[in-house]
């Protein structure tokens, strides 16, 4: 099974700040690798797939990068409503593993 | 765009069973692979169970094999979740998801559906 870390496990920002979140994985996934944004209360949303293709409806302030085994999700100049978790998952093989998340926090 | 809704979602004593349904619209339903994902509260993303568009491949995830099964009905636009010996580690907020093809991520994701297991 492939174990993703996702680093930090909090951010707090401000809003227009940059936020650079991190995934690595236990082993190449090459660029099978998505973004979700979770707010409380709600189901996930997708935001990032194939590591850099952004999802229908997000706004250009999202993007992905990487490939291999580490990934970056970068929100350019935060929002309010960006306050989220952001969890990273795999989609090489069974079972498709999540990260632990990293919540975001905007101050 | 389009949508799942799932139900089914109730408190249930350990050993017991439970089935937990989801409803597709808006896209064809028969044309992509389906997954059950859940969430503990407080906790993070677990993927249980996977079923291919024409229900010929499931996968299941260690902690459920043998006590889950995954089934759909195409006709019906329909997934479902048959869980038998409920134990209290499959509390959880069960979501159903679809895949944008085989090993695509998650596009569209349902509501969740609340299950608890407490005697």
């Known amino acids: 099974e492939i174990v993703l870390t996702q680093s930090p496990a909090t951010l707090s920002l401000s809003p227009g700040e940059r936020a650079t979140l991190s995934c690595r994985a236990s082993?190449?996934?090459?660029?099978?690798l998505a973004w979700y944004q979770q707010k409380p209360g709600q189901a996930p949303r997708l935001v990032i797939y194939?590591?850099?293709s952004r999802a229908a409806g997000l706004p250009a302030r999202f993007s992905g990068s990487g490939s291999g085994r580490d990934f970056t999700l970068t929100i350019s100049s935060l929002e309010p409503e960006d306050s989220a978790v952001y969890y990273c998952?795999?989609?090489?093989?069974?079972?498709?593993?999540f990260g632990g998340g990293t919540k975001v926090e905007i101050q | 765009e389009g949508q799942l809704l799932e139900s089914g979602g109730h408190l249930v004593q350990p050993g017991g069973s439970l089935r937990l349904s989801c409803a597709a619209s808006?896209?064809?339903?028969?044309?992509?692979?389906m997954h059950w994902v859940r969430q503990a509260p407080g906790k993070g993303l677990e993927c249980v169970a996977y079923i291919s568009g024409a229900s010929s491949t499931t996968y299941y995830t260690d902690p459920v094999r043998g006590r889950f099964t995954v089934s759909r009905d195409n006709s019906k636009s329909t997934l479902y979740l048959q869980m038998d010996t409920l134990r209290a580690e499959d509390t959880a907020l069960y979501f159903c998801?679809?895949?944008?093809?085989?090993?695509?991520?998650?596009?569209?994701w349902g509501q969740g559906a609340m299950v608890t297991v407490s005697s």
């Open positions: 082993q190449s996934v090459g660029y099978s």
């Open positions: 194939e590591a850099s």
């Open positions: 998801a679809k895949a944008r093809n085989t090993y695509g991520a998650f596009d569209i």
């Open positions: 808006g896209f064809t339903f028969n044309n992509y692979a």
């Open positions: 998952q795999h989609r090489v093989d069974w079972p498709p593993t």
